[in-house]
């Protein structure tokens, strides 16, 4: 499972799965609701920070990180990921079933 979530998940999820990013906006009577105009992966959203390379572990660098992005389209990423999913699930229905 581990491995799994290193090399295939949590790549797709921070590089190439989008999601959207809320903005809070307050009517006349202080009511707030949140509004998402904007929708970026997780590394582009990390990438807008004024200060990156102090968010960033010892040893990285935005350009590693850029690397990790642009190494494959968003589709193929994710059907790499759907891939190993269904490998892994199959090993485990194996195991349940010795």
């Known amino acids: 499972m581990e491995e799994f979530f290193e090399q295939y998940f ?3 999820l921070n590089y190439h799965r989008p999601c959207g990013v809320p903005e809070v906006i307050t009517n006349a009577k202080g009511k707030q609701r949140r509004v998402y105009r904007w929708y970026a992966t997780p ?3 990390l990438r807008q920070l004024p200060d990156l390379a102090g968010h960033l572990k010892a ?3 935005q350009a590693d990180l850029e690397k990790l992005a642009k190494g494959e389209s968003d589709t193929a990423s ?4 759907q891939a190993a999913k269904l490998e892994l699930f199959g090993r485990i229905r194996l195991q349940k079933s010795a």
């Open 43 to 45: 590394w582009e959203i």
């Open 59 to 61: 040893g990285t660098t």
């Open 78 to 81: 994710a059907l790499r990921m």
């Open 10 to 12: 949590n790549p797709y």
